[in-house]
């Protein structure tokens, strides 16, 4: 079934003009490190019961080794690594299931792993650039975007970014702007304007440590996959504020905060809910509260200094400006022309 063909230098003309179109339009990003983790994109395919063919992506993390989903899995029996028109096969695999993290190995593969990195120091906002296989493309398909939020789960952040993603995506790269993997496209809200999530790598030590299995479907729920109300708070937020359901999203803030008191973007949320539904006086404490545990938080600075803004007190206006210019100088000027569009006449 399995069969290697001579096509390796044809995909990396391909492949190689494709990306330096894209870098072409970002030049922020380190072009150089971004297209070495192109080349450890990979996807990862298989026929179900059915005849039809199910797909995913995946990266490279080691010799003969690829981290995915494991819900990729769920339908095929026999899944296979595919570059281009060359193929590979999987011959075991260490599944952690409810937090939907699988490490494949293969045998022979010519890929060399990506670096790998962590969202744990990076800021919001900080560029990120997401790699896989959207739609089923045979070539990797880039997405650009922004790191919105990380939220502490597991021992670790789960990572939403801008960065879009759709089926045949799953399993897919996160990057930072200097080519490091630092997360596993997963999954993402529902609605048009969707919130696209990532798992962090660090996972991986732990799915390191499974057990090795040899046979396919893997299946299981995943943690992403709960009933609403035993999902993690930071989703249970995401429909209400997609949705602009106020009251709703400060019903669900108040409970985040409870649980978790020193989460910066539980907080921001309850200021955010509070601010939309008119509460300033509660909105400025909530995102006080959000900025006493994560001083850079740009979305509660951005809020904070719209309220002094309103209330006419145009020192704090400067020194939030100046915070905000600190981290991101393009929000400053967003920011500035917020608050000369509002300012009273």
Not at 230 to 240: C, D, G, H, L, V
Not at 265 to 285: C, I, V
Not at 307 to 312: E, T
């Amino acid at each position: 079934m399995f069969t290697l063909r001579n096509k390796t230098l044809k995909m990396t003309l391909a492949v190689s003009s494709a990306f330096i179109l894209f870098t072409n339009q970002v030049h922020a990003y380190d072009r150089v490190k971004l297209l070495k983790s192109f080349f450890s994109i990979v996807m990862i395919k298989g026929y179900t019961s059915d005849g039809s063919m199910a797909y995913g992506s995946g990266v490279v993390v080691g010799s003969n080794k690829i981290v995915t989903n494991c819900h990729i899995f769920r339908k095929t029996p026999e899944p296979y690594i595919s570059r281009g028109e060359d193929t590979y096969r999987i011959t075991q695999v260490q599944a952690d299931r409810y937090y939907d993290m699988c490490l494949v190995a293969t045998e022979n593969t010519p890929f060399q792993a990506a670096e790998i990195g962590s969202a744990a120091t990076m800021n919001k906002g900080e560029e990120i650039i997401g790699m896989g296989h959207s739609s089923g493309n045979p070539s990797p398909v880039n997405a650009n975007g922004v790191l919105k939020s990380v939220y502490p789960f597991n021992n670790s952040n789960i990572i939403r970014s801008t960065a879009r993603f759709t089926m045949g995506a799953s399993g897919s790269g996160l990057f930072d702007g200097q080519g490091r993997l630092i997360g596993i496209n997963t999954f993402k809200s529902p609605g048009r304007n969707a919130y696209f999530y990532a798992l962090p790598i660090e996972w991986l030590a732990n799915v390191e440590k499974q057990p090795v299995e040899t046979k396919f479907p893997i299946e299981g729920k995943t943690f992403w996959e709960e009933d609403d109300d035993k999902k993690p708070f930071f989703m249970q937020m995401a429909t209400p504020e997609l949705n602009e359901d106020w009251s709703k999203l400060a019903e669900v803030a108040k409970k985040w905060t409870a649980a978790e008191p020193k989460n910066s973007e539980a907080w921001y949320e309850l200021g955010n809910a509070q601010d939309h539904l008119n509460n300033k006086t509660e909105a400025e404490k909530s995102y006080r509260v959000a900025l006493k545990f994560n001083q850079k938080h740009i979305e509660a600075l951005y809020g904070l200094g719209l309220i002094a803004s309103a209330k006419g007190d145009q020192k704090q206006v400067q020194e939030i400006n100046l915070a905000i210019l600190d981290i991101d100088p393009q929000l400053s000027e967003e920011f500035t022309k917020e608050i000369t569009k509002n300012k009273p006449q």
